[in-house]
Protein backbone atom coordinates (compact mmCIF):
# COMPACT_ATOMS: atom_id res chain seq x y z
CA UNK A 1 0.00 0.00 0.00
CA UNK A 2 1.07 3.39 -0.96
CA UNK A 3 2.23 6.02 1.87
CA UNK A 4 -0.42 9.17 2.56
CA UNK A 5 0.99 11.84 1.34
CA UNK A 6 -0.11 14.60 4.53
CA UNK A 7 2.24 17.52 2.75
CA UNK A 8 -0.40 17.38 0.19
CA UNK A 9 -3.69 16.47 1.71
CA UNK A 10 -3.03 19.40 4.11
CA UNK A 11 -3.09 21.37 1.29
CA UNK A 12 -5.86 20.37 -0.33
CA UNK A 13 -7.95 20.80 2.62
CA UNK A 14 -6.59 24.35 3.96
CA UNK A 15 -7.84 25.02 -0.10
CA UNK A 16 -11.34 23.65 0.56
CA UNK A 17 -14.31 25.55 1.87
CA UNK A 18 -16.12 24.13 4.55
CA UNK A 19 -17.09 25.21 8.36
CA UNK A 20 -14.14 24.14 10.10
CA UNK A 21 -14.64 22.98 14.11
CA UNK A 22 -13.85 25.64 16.94
CA UNK A 23 -11.73 25.01 19.53
CA UNK A 24 -13.85 23.80 21.52
CA UNK A 25 -15.14 21.49 19.43
CA UNK A 26 -11.85 20.19 17.99
CA UNK A 27 -10.87 19.10 21.37
CA UNK A 28 -14.17 17.35 22.12
CA UNK A 29 -13.97 15.55 18.59
CA UNK A 30 -10.11 14.31 19.92
CA UNK A 31 -11.32 12.81 23.13
CA UNK A 32 -13.75 10.80 20.90
CA UNK A 33 -10.96 9.88 18.25
CA UNK A 34 -9.07 8.46 21.50
CA UNK A 35 -11.77 6.42 22.14
CA UNK A 36 -12.54 5.15 18.63
CA UNK A 37 -8.95 4.08 18.34
CA UNK A 38 -9.05 2.04 22.11
CA UNK A 39 -12.18 0.16 20.56
CA UNK A 40 -10.62 0.07 17.78
CA UNK A 41 -7.66 -1.83 19.44
CA UNK A 42 -9.62 -3.64 22.19
CA UNK A 43 -11.36 -5.34 18.74
CA UNK A 44 -7.54 -6.53 17.09
CA UNK A 45 -7.88 -3.43 14.44
CA UNK A 46 -6.20 -0.57 15.37
CA UNK A 47 -4.98 2.05 13.01
CA UNK A 48 -1.59 1.96 11.79
CA UNK A 49 0.87 5.13 12.28
CA UNK A 50 -0.40 6.63 8.51
CA UNK A 51 -3.60 6.41 9.29
CA UNK A 52 -3.18 7.97 13.23
CA UNK A 53 -1.19 10.50 11.98
CA UNK A 54 -3.70 11.50 8.91
CA UNK A 55 -6.87 11.59 11.17
CA UNK A 56 -4.61 13.52 13.68
CA UNK A 57 -3.59 16.09 10.72
CA UNK A 58 -6.98 16.63 9.77
CA UNK A 59 -8.29 17.24 13.06
CA UNK A 60 -5.38 20.13 13.23
CA UNK A 61 -7.04 21.52 10.42
CA UNK A 62 -10.59 21.64 11.86
CA UNK A 63 -12.18 19.01 9.62
CA UNK A 64 -15.28 17.58 11.51
CA UNK A 65 -15.57 13.80 11.97
CA UNK A 66 -18.69 13.70 10.08
CA UNK A 67 -17.04 15.22 6.68
CA UNK A 68 -13.44 12.81 7.10
CA UNK A 69 -14.43 9.84 5.22
CA UNK A 70 -16.41 11.85 2.37
CA UNK A 71 -14.00 14.41 1.89
CA UNK A 72 -11.27 11.87 1.41
CA UNK A 73 -13.49 10.20 -0.97
CA UNK A 74 -13.53 12.95 -2.89
CA UNK A 75 -10.14 14.08 -2.86
CA UNK A 76 -8.87 10.59 -4.07
CA UNK A 77 -9.27 9.28 -7.34
CA UNK A 78 -11.30 6.12 -7.55
CA UNK A 79 -9.38 2.86 -7.32
CA UNK A 80 -5.71 4.74 -6.44
CA UNK A 81 -4.33 5.90 -3.58
CA UNK A 82 -3.03 9.11 -5.59
CA UNK A 83 -4.93 12.69 -4.41
CA UNK A 84 -7.12 13.44 -7.79
CA UNK A 85 -5.41 17.04 -8.66
Known amino acids: ?11 CIRSMD ?10 L ?9 ANLAIEDMPLDAEDDAMFAMM ?4 VPPAMMVTM ?5 QPGSNQIAA
Open 29 to 37: WREDFAESQ
Open 72 to 76: LHGLY
Open 59 to 62: LDEG
Open 1 to 11: MASIDLDTLRT
Open 18 to 27: FERGTPEQIA
